[in-house]
């Protein structure tokens, strides 16, 4: 599984535990995922107790958009016979994303019960302290990241998460030095490349920054978040005919993102548009209230 990565400017902040924690189901489309959600039922339906087998269905449901089967999926393999480890870290964040942090918690110390260097969990509870969004949890989630890191000193994951609290804390310079050493190890890991981009966006140097998305388009084509990280960028270079083109791309593929918006509706109206962004922004808000306009 995959927890929310890419967020857009000032959003960076407000989602900006950025992590790939658990290992993805592995397909790529639809009717890949579908595939595989039924390879591992027929499994299942052999053998019901595999929780290993179960937690890759939770993540194949989740890909699909489905977190209440993904959910039943996990909690099958964690009340069942078996080594539950994978199903409890999936289980956990999935409770993180519903914003349920304490619950998320007991899932994450239940596997560091059973293994106390389970670098995995401990990158999980720290991302549950980020995504929690108290500034007094902090240290926490720093203890957790550099535990993991001591225990595994290249592991993308850990380092991907510990370079993201460096952001949320503004520290872009410890955040790329965290997702420079991930890279030495994984070059083709979009997920570092994407967020040392973000990085380099937080530092004004947008030539990196373009330089790293361009990057990850390549490894992901027609990625929404990464396109919309682009025309951002070149907003902030002052070009906004090209910013908008990004964010036009950015929005056909996913036209419900509020952030995106907002910054396409302030585009619009700097170059004349004013109904078309005043539309954007209005949009934006009814999605998500919380939206403010970007820096």
Known sequence: MSLARKGLGAGLLACAAALALAGAAGAATHDDLARAAATYRAQLAANPDQPEVRAALGETLEALGDPAGAMAEYEKAIHGPGDSHRALIDHGQLLVTEGRFDDGRKDFDRALSQNPRDVEALTARGHSWVAQGKGKKARAALADFNAALAIRPNDSGALNARGNFYLAELKPELAIADFNTGLAGSPKDDVLLFNRGMAWKQLNKYDRALRDFNSVLRLTPDDPATLAAKGDAYRQLGDLLLAKEFFD??????????????????????????????????MARKIDPSVEPPP
């Open 249 to 282: 791309a950015s929005l056909k593929l996913e036209p419900r993102n509020p952030r995106a918006l907002e910054a396409r509706g302030e585009i619009r109206t700097t170059l004349g548009d004013g109904a078309g962004g005043d539309a954007d922004k209005a």
